[in-house]
């Protein structure tokens, strides 16, 4: 555009708009980025779930200690010194080509402290070690130790040259069994190159989620490209930043994907949806899915509107703490409705330190509840620090609808032997409601023991609705169990859905 024939003023503006604006673009990708992060858990935490090693990864996630944080600094040669590491605008910056790092050495005080943490908590795998617990699942490597005799249990101390995570007690043991490590050793390096990314100091346009679009563009739901593609998403190239974007999308995508008209799982073959779970999501689907109805500003345009969707999430941990704008993604996925999130568990309110202290039970609010209505026009969000059979039994809920109201479980541990008596009361009242149960689970024999703790609780008063499977929209990005580091899965690995036995009644005509 030549100056001398455009007008002062369209230039001003044109200047204004092409104008870089760093700091505006850092303000809400740093939110996902410290959920990411999160801090090293506590000793009386990790004590408390000691003995359940899947369920407590979003848990230690969520219930990191906030930490001043320190100048990043990087090991002298000496080992008894810290000599500050170069800084730009007061913070280090790891290129890609430089994000692996020991944990023990890292220039992230978080990383280090969390490298500390684990060789206090986590046992040598080697089988010449005793057992210190009975095995939870067929290919847990606790199997191998013998119950009696061998080696006393030894925290871990080396720390694999190639993972750069304490792994076993001594150099010995970890060259001896080698072989068996080489299984996880990619997958480690990999969560410890991520880990390190996340601390980077790098822009993360992953973070920047699209606003609501025009419904005549059809949502793809296949896979995570399609998806992301059909969204609008900014374009993301690289496989790490894609797994950092699903790590925090998996959440709301895994409920949206189910519910969605579109949705991959169907009664087709390979659907994994049975006939009872057809009949109950098309409730749910007529609902989220309205006809238009011609409404407009006017006063001829006026309409009833229906009531909110309810989607509760029970034995929320991690999720509940992510940042909002990500949970309005669902929201955006249907458009003429509206949503409202109830999450409900005792560590519900973990990792949300700046709302604390938790607001008073007064009799208007009977259960303390924290009530965010401002999130957008379709998106309301309540929290209760509570099990759900108090609230059941209060009626604080009541009534339930099939066709406004559905559960949602992440991870619920349900046949776990640690967490099983937790959801012994609960799940006779959640399937009194008949009301669809979606649940994830870490691998298929997590999702096949909850299965069959439910069936065998319950006997035959159980429908199933979504076969177990893998999750389409699970995470990509691979965790680690810092009490543990042989046990890494990811969020939301599988998924499948059940709810109480419904017996049509049919009228005999009289002769």
């Not at 029970?314 to 309005?328: C, M, T």
Request: aromatic share 10%.
């Amino acid at each position: 555009m030549r100056s001398r024939y455009t007008c002062q003023q369209c230039l001003a503006t044109l200047g204004a708009t092409l104008r870089p604006r760093p700091q505006l673009a850092q303000q809400w990708p740093a939110a996902s980025r410290r959920w990411l992060s999160g801090k090293p858990s506590t000793p009386a935490a990790a004590a408390t779930q000691a003995v359940n090693s899947r369920r407590r990864l979003s848990s230690l996630e969520a219930q990191r200690q906030t930490a001043p944080e320190e100048p990043l600094q990087y090991p002298s040669p000496t080992g008894l010194e810290y000599t500050p590491a170069p800084q730009t605008n007061n913070r280090v910056l790891l290129q890609p080509d430089n994000l692996f790092h020991p944990f023990s050495k890292s220039p992230s005080p978080d990383i280090r402290r969390r490298a500390a943490f684990i060789k206090q908590h986590a046992l040598c795998p080697h089988p010449s070690h005793q057992q210190t617990r009975q095995p939870t699942q067929p290919d847990d490597r606790e199997a191998l130790k013998p119950a009696t005799g061998g080696l006393p249990p030894t925290h871990v101390r080396f720390e694999c040259p190639d993972c750069g995570i304490p792994t076993y007690c001594s150099e010995e043991h970890w060259a001896d069994d080698y072989e068996s490590h080489l299984e996880i050793c990619e997958t480690l390096r990999q969560i410890n190159e991520d880990d390190h990314d996340l601390r980077s100091g790098r822009f993360f346009p992953e973070f920047e989620y699209p606003g609501p679009q025009m419904e005549e563009a059809l949502v793809n739901m296949t896979n995570w490209d399609t998806f992301l593609y059909s969204r609008e998403f900014r374009a993301i190239d690289d496989d790490r930043s894609l797994r950092q974007a699903t790590r925090l999308l998996t959440y709301p995508v895994t409920i949206g994907s189910i519910l969605h008209e579109l949705s991959p799982y169907n009664i087709k073959r390979g659907g994994r949806l049975t006939v009872e779970g057809l009949k109950s999501l098309s409730a749910l689907r007529y609902t989220l899915h309205p006809p238009r109805t011609g409404a407009g500003p006017d006063i001829k345009g006026l309409r009833p509107n229906p009531p909110p969707v309810r989607l509760f999430i029970l034995g929320a941990r991690a999720e509940s703490s992510l940042p909002r704008e990500v949970w309005v993604q669902l929201s955006h996925l249907f458009p003429r409705v509206s949503l409202h999130l109830i999450f409900i568990g005792p560590e519900s309110m973990a990792n949300r330190d700046a709302e604390f202290p938790l607001p008073p039970r007064t009799p208007s609010n009977p259960f303390g509840a924290i009530v965010e209505d401002r999130i957008s026009n379709q998106l309301k969000i309540s929290t209760f620090v509570e099990y759900y059979h108090t609230l059941h039994q209060a009626g604080v809920f009541y009534p339930y609808d099939p066709y406004f109201d559905a559960f949602m479980l992440f991870h619920p541990g349900l046949g776990h032997p640690a967490s099983a008596h937790e959801w012994a009361e609960t799940l006779p009242l959640l399937l009194e409601t008949k009301v669809p149960i979606l649940a994830t689970g870490y691998t298929e024999w997590d999702m096949q023991r909850d299965l069959s703790w439910v069936k065998e609780r319950m006997g035959g008063e159980v429908d199933v609705l979504l076969e177990p499977g893998e999750n389409r929209f699970r995470s990509l990005r691979w965790d680690l169990n810092d009490l543990d580091p042989q046990d890494v899965s990811c969020g939301n690995w599988g998924v499948w859905g059940f709810r109480g036995k419904r017996y049509e009644a049919t009228r005999r005509d009289e002769e």
